[in-house]
T-cell receptor
């Protein structure tokens, strides 16, 4: 079975500091993509960052970056210079290869950024 | 682009009533997904379509749930009869086919069954 595990139900960080959210996954596929989504209190699901499994280089989007360790099946999200607007639920997800794969989500980590 | 459009945004109904949730995917996307989100179970895939054809409906809880996609620009999720345990936020999402394409989500429908 394909699964995504986020072991930190809740985290908090001081504004302007750095925080890392962890994610591990399990799949027998070789071809897949990994994603982090953000869900603020408005409940909208917003794509934060995407990583191709066949690329060794870690993806970066402004203050957001990932640490992708394929052998360990680990995909953590680092948020630098945390802002109050980063307060949200963060979901790790992956999508397997082929044209029919769906997106499998972890349970999420609730991040609170404190002033 | 207007994004994925879901309606209604909120729905309150009584147990036993029929509920219909609607979704308009992003134009050009050929995959459409229905997810349900609850505190206890997180985000669960109910069903997804490729080119209007249901591919995997194993997540549909029971026969009370049905989903249709009559054309590329419209899908419905129907619950009949509804029960209090169906209370949740229901998301529709669309994407291009293929693992590289991220899903784009609508704003969800919060369903409350009393």
């Amino acid at each position: 079975a394909q699964t995504v595990t986020q072991s930190q139900p809740e985290m908090s960080v001081q504004e302007a500091e750095t925080v890392t959210l962890s994610c591990t996954y399990d799949t027998s596929e070789n071809n897949y993509y990994l994603f982090w989504y953000k869900q603020p209190p408005s409940r909208q699901m917003i794509l934060v960052i995407r990583q191709e499994a066949y690329k060794q280089q870690n993806a970066t989007e402004n203050r957001f970056s990932v640490n992708f360790q394929k052998a360990a099946k680990s995909f953590s999200l680092k948020i630098s210079d945390s802002q109050l607007g980063d307060t949200a639920m963060y979901f790790c997800a992956f999508r397997t290869g082929g044209s029919q794969g769906n997106l499998i989500f972890g349970k999420g980590t609730k991040l609170s950024v404190k002033p | 682009d207007a994004g994925v459009i879901q309606s209604p945004r909120h729905e309150v109904t009584e147990m036993g009533q029929e509920v219909t949730l609607r979704c308009k995917p992003i134009s050009g996307h050929n995959s459409l997904f229905w997810y349900r989100q609850t505190m206890m179970r997180g985000l669960e895939l109910l069903i997804y379509f490729n080119n209007n054809v249901p591919i995997d409906d194993s997540g549909m809880p029971e026969d009370r749930f049905s989903a249709k996609m009559p054309n590329a620009s419209f899908s419905t999720l129907k619950i009949q009869p509804s029960e209090p345990r169906d209370s949740a936020v229901y998301f529709c999402a669309s994407s291009f086919a293929g693992e590289a394409s991220p899903l784009h989500f609508g704003n969800g429908t919060r369903l409350t069954v009393t």
